[in-house]
């Protein structure tokens, strides 16, 4: 069996769940636990890294993510640190001939993300994005019936994420409501998860239509604090879209959605029949199909429950009947990306799926600044 051994860099709450998803694989594959391992961490600071070891289990950790690229020892790097160092990171990973798996959104901005897609293509390295959403199997399930052709001609879709986690004015200030830290707000931190699934599920996008809008302008610069600070993202980005095939569909996206815990949805609409996927209801697709039987009293039609639950091809536990959740989405993610190691073969979401969407984030922020439609060959 071969072995991969992973340099984790970053350790804040998503660094902790990569570790954990890890940690988890080899219990969903019937695979041996050395097969992956953590084998070093690094953070900014020296006291927060031997901290992150002690509770990975690692023997080695840094305050400098470079000590861990010159390591024998480190086969490929997983970057969990705001976005304004992924590119950073990965040209580095790439320079020391480290694979490299990469948190979303991939980078700051389009061109970015193009030259870390560039760079680590040319080291002939394996590069993935953590779009762990597409893993639920109800989504996998969506994208092959519409692969299978059961919408027929798709006339229009829907897309949506809301949270509410910054409802409150007097919620201070964090990296993540400065540009210079993420290159964008509630566009990229959630819109990259939901424009992804549609390009997973539909194909490509031509061309948006966004709106963008900061409805908390300004936030105290720390707890309590009376100063205030300067929020220079979005909260909320109202999106139409194109696809390459010139299908038309709606993006909402929003860190203001009062009462929405973290509400994932989206539509898709054919001639033949329709579906849903809702992430509060992960284990089931909801599909129509237009070519039921229609009397009495609406014969047959009407949504109905595709059984997805926990059907991972080749996963030999837990109990596949039991409903999928966030980090099992995240330990088949990563798995996807050891595999093309082993496998030398195509990871996907690839670094330059994330470049797409980057495109698309840019395309709106353009759109939202000058009005009009943006076509993505122009970004």
Known sequence: MPKTRIGLIGYGGIGRVHAAAYR????????????????GVATTRRETAASAAAEIGCGFFTDDYRELLARSDIDAVDICTPNNSHREIALAAAAAGKHVYCE?????????????????????????????FRFFPAVMRARQLIDEGFLGRIFSFRGRYQRSSYIDRDKPMSWRLQRAHTG??????????????????????????????????????????AEMALVDVDDIALLHARLGDGTLGTVEISRMGTGATNDLTFEVFGERGAMR???????????????????????ERGFRKIEAVSRYAGQRAPDWTMTPDFMRTHAECQYQFVRSIWN???????FADGAH?????????????????????DV
């Open 104 to 132: 979303k959104p991939l980078a700051m901005n389009a061109l970015e993300a193009e030259s870390m897609a560039q760079a680590v293509d040319a080291a002939g390295l394996k590069a993935q994005v953590t779009f762990n």
């Open 357 to 377: 969407i980057q495109k698309i984030m840019a395309g709106a922020e353009r759109s939202s600044a000058k009005g009009g439609w943006v076509s993505l060959s």
């Open 344 to 350: 030398d073969s195509a990871p996907s979401p690839s």
């Open 277 to 299: 996927f809702d992430l509060s209801d992960p284990a089931w697709l909801h599909v129509y199909d237009a070519r039921d039987v229609d009397s009495p009293l609406g014969g």
């Open 24 to 39: 988890a694989i080899p219990f969903h594959y019937g695979l041996p636990a050395e097969s992956i391992e953590i084998a």
């Open 184 to 225: 964008g707000g509630a566009l990229f931190d959630l819109g990259s998860h939901i424009l992804d699934l549609l390009y997973f599920v539909l194909g490509e996008f031509a061309a948006v239509h966004g709106t963008l809008d900061t409805l908390i302008k300004e936030r105290p610069r720390a707890l309590g604090s």
